[in-house]
């Protein structure tokens, strides 16, 4: 129903920064949630951010609060994660997702984010 593919991620220093980007195509317009998972190797996957798509109201993992932003362009259906200051513990696989129809039921390829020390 709804197609997400992801761009960005990389390897970044600790502190640096980097800008994630989630384009949603398909059956949009029943997209109640756009968000942020990652998973770190040898842990579950985590809750990030989201975005409520009609409000945009966020909200955020403790673990990224004031670091990580989370915004939307409703016009590209894209949803972005600006991610600062960012640490080596936010190394991961970081991938985005859309809830519909009740549940986190799409999610993107998935994008390597490295943060060195």
């Known amino acids: 129903q709804v197609q997400l593919v992801e761009s960005g991620g990389g390897l970044v220093q600790a502190g640096g920064s980097l800008g994630l980007s989630c384009a949603a195509s398909?059956?949009?317009?029943?997209?109640?949630?756009m968000g942020w998972f990652r998973q770190a190797p040898g842990k579950e996957r985590e809750f990030v951010a989201g975005?409520?798509?009609?409000?945009?109201?966020?909200s955020y993992a403790d673990s990224v609060q004031g670091r990580f932003y989370i915004s939307r362009d409703s016009a590209k259906n894209t949803v972005f994660l600006q991610m600062n200051s960012l640490k080596p513990e936010d190394t991961a696989v970081y991938y985005c997702?859309?809830?519909?129809?009740?549940?986190?039921?799409?999610w993107g390829q998935g994008t390597q984010v490295t943060v060195s020390s």
């Open positions: 398909g059956r949009t317009g029943k997209i109640f949630r």
């Open positions: 997702a859309a809830h519909h129809d009740g549940s986190w039921g799409s």
């Open positions: 975005i409520k798509w009609s409000t945009e109201i966020t």
